[in-house]
């Protein structure tokens, strides 16, 4: 494998993880209309659970999508850092690639986990997700 078809697997696997992107922000932004409707109908417990499943598997899927996302990123950097060691001379922006996600061959293979940033953030949606099924609301006057 050459520094070009390295290049151009790379920018594959962030076209398809763009796609899934997309669905989950698709599937967030229909969990928070569901809560809301959840909300208006004042539904029973047992709605309020199926929500809650649902929910549980829009962050599921979130934070799977950001895996592939750091997964790819550190693959790319671990071949090119391959091809780096095996003797082949990179250009520039490979060595910049490189740099940035900084997993070389000398740290083994690429762990499928989000980064903290991610982490953080499918843990709010969360929490707004639980939040809007099953805290009260303050009584309005």
């Given at each position: 494998m050459n520094e070009f078809q390295v290049f151009q697997n790379a920018s594959l696997n962030f076209i398809n993880n763009a796609i899934y992107l997309l669905?989950?922000?698709?599937?967030?932004?229909?969990?928070?209309?569901?809560?809301?409707?959840?909300?208006?109908?004042?539904?029973?417990?047992?709605?309020?659970?199926v929500m809650t499943l649902f929910c549980v598997c829009v962050i599921f899927f979130g934070l799977q999508v950001s895996s592939y996302l750091v997964l790819a990123q550190k693959g790319m950097s671990l071949q090119l850092s391959?091809?780096?060691?095996?003797?082949?001379?990179?250009?520039?922006?490979?060595?910049?690639?490189?740099?940035?996600?900084?997993?070389?061959?000398?740290?083994?293979?690429?762990?499928?986990?989000?980064?903290?940033?991610?982490?953080?953030?499918?843990?709010t949606i969360g929490f707004m997700f639980i939040g809007g099924i099953w805290f009260k609301y303050p009584d309005q006057k």
């Open positions: 669905c989950v922000i698709i599937m967030t932004a229909l969990a928070f209309y569901l809560i809301r409707r959840t909300r208006e109908l004042n539904l029973p417990t047992y709605a309020k659970g391959e091809l780096q060691n095996s003797g082949v001379e990179l250009s520039s922006s490979a060595i910049a690639t490189i740099e940035r996600y900084g997993h070389t061959a000398d740290m083994g293979p690429v762990s499928l986990a989000p980064d903290l940033p991610s982490i953080v953030i499918w843990a």
